[in-house]
Structures are given as C-alpha cells and as structure tokens.
C-alpha cells in the first residue's frame, strides 16, 4: 500500500536562508509523486510533479524536488526563502497506471523569520 | 477558465443530522475527488467519482456517499452526523481517471462543524 511520511510537522527558516522539507514515500510499484502548498482558508495548490521523466523536478516559485529511489525520498527546497512562502506544505503519492487516488502526507507548516 | 468551486463555505450542524456539499469541477475536468482534512492533518480520500460511478474509495463508512451529475458537478452526503465529522471538505477535479498522474484542483473548502 502507498503511503507518505513528512517529517517534521513544524519548519523554521529565516527570510533568505534555505528551505528544506523532507518526505519519504512507500509504493509497490513505480510512484507519481507531488507537493502541494496550502495557504490559510484555501485549497491546495500544486507545487510541482514527478512522472518518471527525470529526477530532479521544478516547480513554481522557486521550488524543486529530487526524486531518489534508494531513499525512497522526494525532499522539496528552495534555496531563498521568502516571507510569502509561509504556508502548509503537502508531499503526496499516487500509484501508476490503475491507481485511482493521491494520498496526502500529514503536512509541514513552513514559517519564515524576517 | 473556472476553477473548482465549492458551497457552502461555513456550516453548522448538530450530531445526528444530515449533510449535503457541492463542488462544480473545473472546466474539461471530469473526475472529482473528495477529501476530508481535519484540523492539523493532511487530507484523507473520501471517494473519487468519474462517469457519474464512484471509482474508487478510502476508509471512510457508507453514511458518506456521493453523487456525479452529467455536467461532472458532484455531491457529497454525510448521514447521521458525528462529532469527528468536523473538519474542512475538499473538492478536488481532475482530466486524467485511473492514472497516477492525477493532477488535482482543489477548491477552497467547505468547513463543516458539528456541535
């Protein structure tokens, strides 16, 4: 069975200093994998996607992710923060061909100092 | 084009009672998923609807039902209201039914409390 594990329900970074969340997923068969950001009293939002095509997977505002099957891990950063990046970040996983449903990680909530 | 749109955004409700939210998918989406996210969790899959069938569902029991109208709006029905009910539903379409590479839309949320 798929399933995620953000670790780390709580980031701090100053405002310029990097951002690093980590996720590490479990598939049985070759994964699709996302994040996707949540600001207060909205949706979520997707950040960016890997679909096999290569590794290293960028997104919007400045974020990418790296895919490493030997670590089952697809970590998200971004090199600067920035004060409007302060939101609730979801790493999620769905199965391949057949698979009918992205499951959710429990989230990170990323806060940025200024 | 229009995004997903969700109603009500706020409601409250007794235990016991019943429950009825809507979700209008976004334009050439045909597939809506429902989530439940309970305050400090992520989001757990109620129930996806494609075809107006429902295609797949979590863990969750047969008093949360669903319905997918031709114009691939959909419903989502909570009978005989808990307490751990409360929580923020979320509606979520999609163009590509029973691939991984499902890439959601949420709306916004209806935030549902049951007192």
């Known amino acids: 069975a798929q399933s995620v594990t953000q670790l780390g329900s709580h980031v701090s970074v100053s405002e310029g200093a990097l951002v690093l969340l980590r996720c590490n997923y479990s598939s049985s068969v070759p994964p699709y994998l996302f994040w996707y950001v949540q600001y207060p009293n909205q949706g979520l939002q997707l950040l960016l996607k890997y679909t096999s095509a290569a590794t290293l997977v960028k997104g919007i505002n400045g974020f990418e992710a790296e895919f490493k099957k030997s670590e089952t891990s697809f970590h998200l950063t971004k090199p600067s923060a920035h004060m409007s990046d302060a939101a609730e970040y979801f790493c999620?996983?769905?199965?391949?061909?057949?698979?009918?449903?992205?499951?959710f990680g429990a989230g990170t909530r990323l806060f940025v100092k200024a | 084009e229009t995004g997903v749109t969700q109603s009500p955004t706020h409601l409250i409700k007794t235990r016991g009672q019943q429950v009825t939210l809507r979700c209008s998918s976004q334009?050439?989406?045909?597939?809506v998923s429902w989530y439940q996210q309970a305050l400090g969790q992520g989001p757990q899959f109620i129930f996806q609807?494609?075809?107006?069938?429902?295609?797949g569902r979590g863990n969750f029991p047969p008093r949360f039902s669903g319905l997918q109208f031709p114009n691939y709006s959909s419903e989502l029905n909570v009978n005989a209201l808990e307490l751990d009910d409360s929580a923020l539903y979320l509606c979520?379409?999609?163009?590509?039914?029973?691939?991984?590479?499902?890439?959601?839309?949420f709306g916004a949320g209806s935030r549902l409390t049951v007192l």
């Open positions: 334009s050439g989406h045909n597939t």
């Open positions: 999620a996983v769905s199965e391949g061909t057949g698979g009918f449903k992205t499951i």
């Open positions: 609807y494609y075809r107006e069938e429902e295609n």
């Open positions: 979520a379409s999609s163009s590509q039914a029973g691939t991984g590479a499902n890439v959601l839309t």
